[in-house]
């Protein structure tokens, strides 16, 4: 006969076995579901870490300078201040599963048990999903100190560019990766450039600017995001210049996306970038760093104290950083 802590037990496991079954499949809908994570997924922005209290890289903002000798001079000795270290908290995100007591009874039956998993293991990827496109484009939190976020949240790419008004302030006016973008360090802000409306004259030319101001001769922007309304103009441009051509080739493309090419980097659209504005990416310097021991997983079961239900949650271990910022930038605002 079955008794009520087999029947808990038996659809504990079928819970666990069903996600990490599906665990690969899940992460694939969920970081190719939108667009966004799309693109950085595709350049291989997505970086393993396995453990360690924080996520450093070391930064190299000074240059050495050589110098012009003759007989007799004295040459140059000592260690150039060239170096430092930034870094970055772990943060996590989690969607929770729960059920009863009464659930379980209900659906003892192999089918109802089938029908009821998939019903609360969909509704947390849903979650989960919703939480990972959030994480890389909610504005800055003004409230959130220097940083310009809450302590629990994800940097995202509002981080990275936050607003030009946040760049060469006071010190102490923002904090990237543990790291002062204030006055007297220019290497480490991004680029900004205003747009001059209206975009359907001027977005051609202003892109070509901030792209080859972030690029300076080095290092280009890759991925381009913006709104619809400029992707739509920039598509206009297209139709007229064979030059500029939609990249059906690409992992984007083939996921479903629209993707046009500007200056050979991908550039495509999404709802959730701020109206009227375009991010110039170099992909080559954006993380999302991950830890695989924790990554997408499903805690174990937990009874919820003086009631009949049970809790597990999967749990996401991560976090968007950028080792370079002056090598990324933003255009805009537009309002016509």
């Given at each position: 006969m079955t008794t009520v802590p087999s029947l808990t037990r038996t659809i504990d496991d079928y819970f666990t076995h069903t996600w990490f079954e599906i665990r690969k499949q899940a992460i694939d809908n969920i970081l190719d579901g939108n667009v966004i994570t799309a693109a950085l997924r595709a350049a291989g922005c997505f970086t393993p870490q396995v453990g360690g209290e924080c996520i450093t890289r070391t930064l190299r903002y000074g240059t050495k300078t050589a110098t012009n000798v003759k007989k007799g001079d004295t040459l140059t000795h000592g260690e150039d201040d060239i170096e430092t270290m930034a870094r970055w908290d772990w943060k996590y995100s989690s969607a929770h599963i729960q059920r009863s007591l009464m659930d379980d009874q209900k659906n003892a039956g192999p089918s109802k048990i089938k029908s009821l998993?998939?019903?609360?293991?969909?509704?947390?990827?849903?979650?989960?999903?919703?939480?990972?496109?959030?994480?890389?484009?909610?504005?800055?939190?003004?409230?959130?100190?220097?940083?310009?976020?809450?302590?629990?949240?994800?940097?995202?790419?509002?981080?990275?560019?936050?607003?030009?008004?946040?760049?060469?302030q006071a010190a102490g006016t923002y904090t990237y990766g543990n790291v002062d973008t204030g006055i007297g360090n220019p290497?480490?802000?991004?680029?900004?450039?205003?747009?001059?409306?209206?975009?359907?004259?001027?977005?051609?030319?202003?892109?070509?600017?901030?792209f080859n101001t972030c690029g300076n001769n080095q290092s280009y922007p890759d991925l381009i995001l913006c709104e619809q309304t400029l992707f739509e103009i920039y598509e206009d441009f297209a139709q007229d210049m064979a030059q500029i051509v939609i990249?059906?080739?690409?992992?984007?493309?083939?996921?479903?996306?629209?993707?046009?090419?500007?200056?050979?980097?991908?550039?495509?659209?999404?709802?959730?970038?701020?109206?009227?504005?375009?991010?110039?990416?170099?992909?080559?310097?954006?993380?999302?760093?991950?830890?695989?021991?924790?990554?997408?997983?499903?805690?174990?079961?937990?009874?919820?104290?003086?009631?009949?239900?049970?809790?597990?949650?999967?749990?996401?271990?991560?976090?968007?950083?950028?080792?370079?910022?002056r090598r990324q930038g933003w255009l805009g605002t537009y309002t016509s």
């Open positions: 998993v998939d019903t609360k293991i969909s509704a947390a990827k849903d979650a989960l999903d919703d939480a990972v496109e959030s994480a890389f484009t909610t504005a800055v939190d003004t409230t959130g100190g220097t940083d310009l976020r809450a302590d629990r949240d994800p940097d995202g790419l509002y981080n990275i560019l936050p607003g030009g008004s946040y760049y060469n290497w480490w802000q991004g680029k900004y450039k205003t747009a001059t409306d209206p975009a359907t004259l001027n977005l051609l030319a202003e892109m070509r600017n901030i990249n059906k080739g690409s992992n984007l493309a083939n996921l479903g996306f629209q993707v046009l090419k500007f200056k050979g980097a991908d550039m495509v659209w999404s709802s959730a970038i701020t109206d009227y504005t375009m991010l110039f990416l170099n992909t080559e310097q954006i993380e999302v760093v991950y830890d695989p021991n924790l990554w997408f997983h499903m805690t174990e079961w937990k009874p919820i104290p003086y009631q009949t239900e049970r809790i597990a949650h999967i749990i996401i271990t991560w976090n968007m950083i950028c080792s370079e910022l």
